[in-house]
């Protein structure tokens, strides 16, 4: 795939008459992607998903948001002072050895969990990447920043 994209190399198809053509703005320096291709290939929420929470469970990781560290902490405040009723946790959903377990993610991110994130103290920024994590595409970039301006505002 990465060599698909142009990163290491040629690609043998690079001026292929069916090329079309993306126009990436500049700023966006994060899109890793040239501005003409054959093929896009792209992975489904689930693994997006997955993804996330093997970051944010990674313990050679550091994610910062503004000059907060996210860390799973209050995942484990809440599965150890909240009755499980409450948040449907358990200690294995938050345990990086299953690094392919969807179910932890959608734990994790339910509703239950995110109310009781916000009663904890230090959890903002992990109630954030954990809503912005589960974000669909239908979300607009307003919604978005409003979802941040309110978290951080409350």
């Known amino acids: 795939m990465k060599r698909s994209l142009g990163f290491f190399g040629d690609f043998a198809y690079h001026n292929h008459p069916d090329n079309y053509e993306i126009n990436i703005p500049n700023k966006w320096n994060w899109f890793l992607m040239q501005s003409k291709q054959l093929f896009i290939r792209m992975q489904d929420p689930m693994h997006i998903c ?22 799973i902490q209050p995942l484990y405040y809440v599965i150890d002072n909240f ?3 409450d948040h449907g946790l358990v200690q294995s959903d938050v345990n990086p050895k299953d690094r392919q377990n969807y179910g932890s993610c959608e734990k994790i991110t339910n509703d239950k969990v995110l109310k009781l994130l916000e009663t904890i103290p230090n959890s903002l920024v992990i109630s954030i990447y954990l809503q912005l994590s589960t974000v669909n595409n239908s979300t607009s970039d307003t919604a978005l920043f409003d979802l941040i301006r309110l978290k951080i505002n409350n």
């Open 50 to 71: 997955t993804k996330l929470r093997n970051r944010l469970l990674s313990k050679t990781t550091t994610i910062v948001f503004s000059d907060q560290l996210i860390n």
């Open 83 to 85: 009755c499980k009723l």
